[in-house]
């Protein structure tokens, strides 16, 4: 199994759209979560941690249920621009090695 | 400011010769990692150093794989005798601490071709 699962998409919505990914991880020490957006032939880019509360940025919502170890990203709104793979990445420990998932690629149409 | 870079940006080389790629972390991160992106994989750690600690090196495929850090700053990554399953994009990145939840910049990579 692997450590962290998504689903690989893609994910094919219309501009506007709300789109949801969603994440689980088989570690339960894992102590750290992110999601990291990652264009075509580009690096990895940190788009938002995660927190216990759930967090908020703009137009994007990350939630996170230790219980269940499950993470789930929304984004609202959907731009163009937003066309991106998705990696949903955890830490076992502060600071140190990140794991990554396959990604979730979203293509945002016009 | 400037932030990771990596050299060369593509390399092909040929079954059974050595490569090393390198990595200048972003100025004053102690922490720098390397992971690779193989097409259809996504992508593994591979090693990773903090400070003067010795290095974690559980994510190396092989022995054919090793990586130094000189003087806690510029890293490289050697393969020996490389094998065509090899061929991925090696990304290096830094963070600012290995402690904490200190964000991973990465930099664009070395798309490695072994033919």
């Known amino acids: 199994r692997k450590e962290v699962e998504q689903d690989p998409g893609p994910f094919n919505v219309p501009e506007g759209a709300t789109v949801a990914f969603n994440c689980t991880y088989s570690?339960?020490?894992?102590?750290?979560f992110f999601w990291y957006r990652q264009d075509c032939r580009k690096e990895p880019k940190l788009l938002m941690s995660?927190?216990?509360s759930g967090n908020e940025d703009g137009r994007f919502t990350a939630q996170l249920n230790r219980a269940s170890q499950y993470i789930s990203l929304l984004i609202r709104d959907s731009k163009l621009s937003d066309s991106a793979t998705y990696l949903c990445v955890v830490n076992l420990a502060q600071g140190g090695k990140l794991i990554f998932g396959q990604g979730t690629e979203l293509s945002v149409k016009p | 400011g400037a932030g990771v870079s990596q050299s060369p940006s593509n390399k092909v080389t040929e079954k059974g010769k050595d490569v090393e790629l390198r990595c200048d972390p972003i100025?004053?991160?102690?922490?720098l990692y390397w992971y690779r992106q193989s097409l259809g994989q996504g992508l593994e750690f591979l090693i990773y150093f903090q400070g003067n600690s010795a290095p974690d090196k559980s994510g190396l495929p092989s022995d054919r794989f090793s990586a130094e850090r000189t003087g806690g700053s510029v890293s490289t990554l050697t393969i020996q005798r490389t094998q065509q399953e090899d061929s991925a994009v090696y990304l290096c990145?830094?963070?600012?601490?290995?402690?904490?939840?200190?964000?991973?910049?990465f930099g664009p990579g070395t798309r490695l071709t072994v033919t």
């Open positions: 570690n339960s020490a894992s102590q750290s």
């Open positions: 100025s004053g991160h102690t922490a």
């Open positions: 995660v927190y216990s």
């Open positions: 990145a830094s963070s600012l601490s290995g402690t904490g939840v200190s964000e991973q910049y």
